[in-house]
């Protein structure tokens, strides 16, 4: 039975797991800025990051679809593993609609998005102020999902690991020992 996911997974897990935090905060904050040079530079990086976490969670995706993933506890019943694997597909879905999301609204906003300041993106529609408002706030509403999803996930996986004391959460684990 496979009990631990690779270390390439554990790595990319835990970098899109800090990107996700650290991108989730920044857009936190920087929304209720008043508008600034300052203001202006962090949008640029936000996005930048939304489109760098894109790309990892396409290349973690392709992973996950090309390498088996280890098995659930035995001990887990249908209701819970339909819930495991809804939820980390939910996970996925998200986090390539948020980044897409933002790169749709910017786009309707007429505001480019320039990856790192070097690489223009194409816009993706038209610019449109009422359709840029109404992907604003999809994109505030899937990253709201997204965080409730998240503190699911983490609270799934401390319960695996302090209450029934299997190996869910340290298979996931850096620098842990074979579960």
Do not use: C
């Not at 969670?57 to 809804?86: E, K, N, S």
């Not at 790192?116 to 102020?129: C, H, I, K, N, Y």
């Not at 869910?168 to 842990?176: G, Q, T, Y």
Request: charged share 10%; hydrophobic share 55%; net charge positive.
């Amino acid at each position: 039975m496979n009990q631990r996911y690779t270390p390439t997974a554990i790595f990319l897990h835990w970098l899109v797991a800090l990107g996700l935090v650290g991108t989730f905060a920044l857009g936190f904050y920087m929304e209720g800025l008043p508008l600034s040079p300052n203001k202006l530079k962090l949008y640029s990086w936000h996005k930048w990051a939304g489109i760098s976490l894109l790309a990892l969670v396409v290349i973690r995706l392709a992973w996950r679809l090309t390498h088996r993933v280890p098995d659930l506890p035995t001990t887990m019943g249908p209701a819970a593993r339909f819930l495991a694997h809804a939820g980390h597909w939910l996970l996925y879905v998200l986090m390539l609609a948020i980044p897409v999301s933002g790169w749709l609204m910017s786009s309707a906003q007429g505001v480019p998005v320039v990856w790192f300041g070097v690489l223009p993106l194409p816009d993706l529609v038209s610019r449109d102020a009422a359709l840029g408002a109404l992907l604003r706030d999809i994109h505030v509403t899937l990253n709201y999902t997204l965080l409730v999803v998240v503190i699911g996930h983490v609270a799934a996986a401390l319960q695996h690991h302090f209450i029934k004391k299997d190996t869910v959460l340290a298979r996931m684990l850096p620098f842990i020992g074979k579960a």
